[in-house]
DNA sequence: ACAGCAAACTTGAACTATTCCAGATTAGGG
DNA sequence: CCCTAATCTGGAATAGTTCAAGTTTGCTGT
């Protein structure tokens, strides 16, 4: 599993550090974190790492695509290990829980605009807003 | 045409003042604006205005729906006065240009989630990440 | 195994968008 | 026209993220 990791890094010619080993161990186990909580992740592992190399990490990942960050409105961004099969999420309007979704066609990018307006699309993303599980069995929320 | 903000925003059972008005027209001008530059606009019509009051201003006529908050990743909150309609936007990721796109089925919500994960569903944004006209254009960019 | 070097990390400060707070002002119903 | 809650002003605070300078460390080549 570790080594895993080490051969990921190597892949996208990163180097192999603890705290890149750490990050993507977290990942690994927790989906749809915030920073603030890598770094406690983390640091449960590595006490000494500092909340700068976590955002760098967390950069130098997602640029090589080892990762994918999303940020939903109104929330921080979120770091997740599930990359490359453009899956979409639904977010809780009540507490920002976050869900995986399967792309709602099956092809990547699975939407095409009516009128792209002359841009150059890469990429459909979607957010489904709604109410989670928990939130709509509570009789009055909050 | 600002008596007719006036009529929204009783509509709306909120009170009508000079930094509302001067938001809305801000927002009937300008799409897809950032907070900073709804401020400017209404200091140009209304210089003693306060950047807090422009926040309250923009956050009680998007609990209203008079006006529509998006965010997509990576940019500050932008607003925009077409609401209702359900449509989209396509963002350049070289410039953060933004444009309107037409709901890409025609029905609001457009899309179904194949699996919605116990979620109850209320709507689906869609944002369409690409490159723009202009920047598409230039040789080399940045 | 080891030296050299750029990449990566540490520490600490800065920055930006947004929100909180207390007091003054104002719109609009009675 | 007056009263009161809603709204606005001015200033300070907060959260998340980034910048900068200097130190450590992984990797390449010998």
Redesign the interface.
């Known amino acids: 599993m570790a080594s895993d990791f080490e051969a990921r890094l190597r892949a996208v010619s990163l180097r192999v550090t603890r705290p890149r080993l750490a990050v993507l161990a977290a990942l690994r186990d927790h989906a749809h974190v915030d920073t603030d909580t890598v770094i406690a992740l983390v640091r449960a592992q590595l006490p000494r790492v500092s909340h700068q190399a976590v955002y760098d990490v967390l950069r130098a990942l997602t640029e090589a695509g080892l990762v994918r960050?999303?940020?939903p409105?109104?929330t921080t961004?979120r770091y997740e290990s599930r990359v490359g099969d453009n899956h979409?999420h639904?977010v809780?309007?009540s507490c920002g829980a976050i869900?995986?979704?399967?792309?709602?066609v099956g092809h990547a990018?699975c939407?095409?605009?009516?009128?792209?307006?002359?841009?150059?699309?890469?990429?459909?993303?979607?957010?489904?807003?709604?109410?989670?599980?928990d939130c709509?069995a509570r009789p009055i929320d909050q």
Chains 1, 2 share one sequence.
């Open positions: 960050r999303i940020e409105a109104g961004a979409h639904v809780c309007r869900a995986d979704v399967d792309c709602a990018p939407l095409t605009a009516s009128d792209d307006q002359g841009f150059v699309i890469e990429e459909a993303e979607v957010v489904y807003w709604g109410t989670c599980p709509a």
